[in-house]
């Protein structure tokens, strides 16, 4: 094979969907990974015979309703890619067994708000319309390219049509918390409840500024698109894009890990990999941390200070079961739903987000029950389910127990003792729930934050999320304050992944942003 014009480092959803795009636009690509596998997050495997299940990540909301999809979409369905959702995408479970749905429908959705507090339901309508009619302004913010002319023109249109003052307003609104949506839009705790954990999936908590945007973005797009998962697996994505690479000539290459980016005169002029081979390519596509970057593979001197005030977020927790029989809640309709949280409700995820951010398991984590099977029954032999859970409120190290019961290591490092002991403590909720749960369970695995950093060396901590989503590392800010576009300061070299803009999730912004900037 001739040399590359365009190397990139990884083979995430980002890296993944840079090179399908570069190589259907002629370019000649290759992509280059450490694992043996590739998919970065993106992977499945065998839980027991005929079992299919998604360790990492496993919703494609963001990408159903993404710009890559418009591009890659029609690709992918030639390749088999099909995405499976019921019509219940999420709902909440409460202790006290109270449960809500939330459906593709929006009248369903008011009927239901309006049964825990009149009023909500035509509340809901109205926040969710608000949100609609700033989306094309929102959106775009969201996901374009913070320093291009579209941006900019976008900018300019909506400052003509709303005036300084009322685009100023926009903006200030949606700065507002997740609390402080929740609790000026709807009197219900149960119709609260449904929004809080939500927050979390976007790497913030229910205090912090835009969470309570993200909420409305994630309810709006919930509702268009329900929360799909792949048909037969997560990997069914990554060897997708795979073949749109390769039927375009460019490769994957896995077990090959990058010990050097190679730059000469200011220029990135290829790759240098940890057994010595040498690829040169005209221009290089790094999807990794900015630790991995700047620290190791094209060490920056003067980012030294950038790196060190950099932040990762809270770690994440998953636990993964095979039931025989279908799961039987103890509270009605929620056999179909995709994403059931089951949690105390909005203050019982500011507590257990509290309690991780300061290093301590939590009393009470927000679970987060994903049933995969419901929507994609050709995942287990016929009779038995898979259930994907994931807490997102769990301590990169762990300083202690907020409930006083599980006995911590003294380094902080997470052991297997310590996953099994914080899983049985998610299990005994669950199971609360649940009819006859424990005599059903065929098989049970946890993956603790250093697992999943074991699966993915961009998950520091067990941080999915590429970095803390907070405001000052986020939009035109991410990963550092003087960031432009996805530009490193040497010619040719690209950042692109979860700790670039537009930041984590399963939409491939980062990878399409920077392959319409090479011309895809």
């Known amino acids: 094979m001739s040399a590359p014009e365009i190397a990139i480092i990884g083979s995430g959803i980002n890296a993944l969907t840079a090179g399908a795009m570069l190589a259907k636009s002629g370019k000649r690509v290759a992509l280059f990974e450490r694992e043996a596998v590739a998919g970065g997050c993106m992977r499945s495997e065998t839980l027991a015979e005929g079992v299919t299940y998604d360790p990492l990540a496993t919703t494609f909301v963001l990408w159903v309703t993404g710009a890559a999809h418009a591009v890659l979409g029609a690709d992918l369905a030639r390749h088999g890619v099909e995405f499976c959702a019921t019509d219940t995408p999420t709902g909440v479970l409460l202790p006290d067994g109270r449960a809500l749905t939330y459906k593709m429908d929006r009248a369903a959705n008011v009927a239901a708000f309006d049964a825990g507090h009149p009023g909500d339901g035509g509340q809901l309508a109205a926040d969710l319309d608000a949100f609609a009619a700033d989306a094309d302004l929102l959106f775009g913010l969201m996901g374009g390219d913070p320093w291009s002319k579209s941006t900019a023109k976008l900018l300019a249109k909506e400052t003509w049509k709303r005036k300084p003052r009322g685009l100023a307003t926009t903006m200030g609104g949606a700065l507002q918390s997740m609390r402080g949506w929740l609790e000026t839009s709807f009197e219900s705790d149960l119709n609260r409840a449904l929004w809080a954990p939500w927050c979390l999936h976007a790497g913030l908590g229910p205090e912090a500024s835009f969470s309570g945007q993200m909420g409305q973005v994630i309810g709006f797009a919930l509702e268009v698109a329900g929360a799909p998962v792949v048909k037969g697996g997560t990997a069914n994505m990554v060897r997708g894009l795979i073949a749109i690479i390769e039927e375009n000539g460019g490769t994957v290459r896995t077990n090959a890990e ?25 221009k290089v596509l790094a999807s990794v941390t900015p630790n991995q970057l700047y620290g190791k593979l094209a060490p920056a001197p003067e980012r030294k200070d950038d790196l060190r005030k950099y932040r990762y977020g809270k770690g994440n927790f998953q636990l993964h079961y095979l039931l025989n029989g279908p799961v039987k809640w103890k509270s009605d309709g929620l056999g179909e739903v995709q994403l059931l949280h089951i949690t105390p409700g909005l203050d019982g995820v500011s507590k257990a987000g509290n ?105 520091v901590g067990g941080d999915p999320y590429g970095g803390a989503c907070s405001l000052e590392q986020f939009f035109l800010w991410r990963p550092f304050a003087d960031t432009n576009r996805h530009d490193t300061g040497i010619k040719g070299l690209y950042h692109i992944g979860a700790s670039t803009h537009p930041g984590p999730g399963l939409s491939g912004g980062s990878g399409f942003l920077t392959a319409k900037e090479l011309g895809a």
């Open 258 to 282: 990058i010990s050097e980016i190679t730059i000469s005169g200011g220029r990135a002029t290829g790759l240098k990999l940890a057994g010595g081979e040498q690829v040169k390519a005209g």
């Open 355 to 459: 309690e991780a951010e300061r290093g301590l398991l939590p009393e009470v984590p927000t679970i987060c029950v994903g049933q995969p099977t419901a929507a994609d029954p050709s995942r287990a032999p016929e009779g038995q389910s898979v259930l994907w859970l994931q807490m997102p409120e769990a301590p990169r190290f762990v300083k202690g127990d907020a409930k006083g019961e599980i006995e911590v290591p003294e380094d902080g490092q997470w052991t297997e003792t310590l996953r099994e002991a914080y899983a049985d403590r998610i299990e005994d909720i669950l199971a609360a729930h649940i009819d006859g749960f424990r005599e059903n369970v065929v098989t049970r695995r946890a993956i603790s934050p250093a697992d999943l950093e074991g699966y993915n060396m961009n998950l």
